[in-house]
């Protein structure tokens, strides 16, 4: 397992990420709005890299609200690794899922309980 280290982001956001089996697993902490979004970006599509990761999870478990500056960086993300990986989402609060079922990104973006359930979506 190889750790990229704890970031302290702007306004309260926090990102963690770790490398788990080949997966980058993004935590954030706080809250998704338009202030932080591109410090959101960054943390799923790290624009450094000369490859970007292509299969990612992000831990929404402790994100305690997301507006439609979130739900674009989701989207792009998903574009992003879409042809050779995957975005899953996993833990999110009520208020940040109920977000993601009303614009419909369930639909495109599989959503799961854990973190362990969206790196391992058939076990």
Same mark, same amino acid.
């Given at each position: 397992?190889?750790?990229?280290?704890?970031?302290?982001?702007?306004?309260g956001l926090s990102v963690e990420q770790?490398? &788990?089996?080949?997966?980058?697993?993004?935590?954030?902490?706080?809250?998704?709005?338009?202030?932080?979004?591109?410090? +959101?970006?960054?943390?799923?599509?790290?624009?450094?890299?000369?490859?970007?990761?292509?299969?990612?999870?992000?831990?929404?478990?402790?994100?305690? +609200?997301?507006?439609?500056?979130?739900?674009?960086?989701? &989207?792009? %993300?998903?574009?992003?690794?879409?042809?050779?990986?995957?975005?899953?989402? %996993?833990? %999110?609060?009520?208020?940040?899922?109920?977000?993601?079922?009303?614009?419909?990104?369930?639909?495109?973006?599989?959503?799961? %309980?854990?973190?362990?359930?969206?790196?391992?979506?058939?076990?």
């Amino acid at each position: 397992m190889n750790d990229i280290p704890k970031a302290e982001r702007p306004n309260g956001l926090s990102v963690e990420q770790q490398v &788990v089996e080949g997966i980058r697993v993004v935590a954030v902490r706080g809250e998704i709005d338009h202030d932080v979004k591109d410090v +959101f970006r960054d943390a799923l599509l790290p624009q450094n890299e000369a490859v970007p990761p292509s299969r990612i999870v992000l831990d929404l478990s402790e994100v305690t +609200f997301m507006d439609s500056s979130g739900i674009n960086v989701l &989207v792009a %993300a998903h574009r992003a690794v879409a042809g050779d990986g995957w975005l899953r989402i %996993a833990g %999110a609060q009520p208020s940040v899922l109920r977000v993601l079922l009303v614009v419909g990104i369930d639909e495109v973006i599989s959503c799961h %309980a854990t973190v362990r359930q969206a790196m391992n979506p058939g076990s």
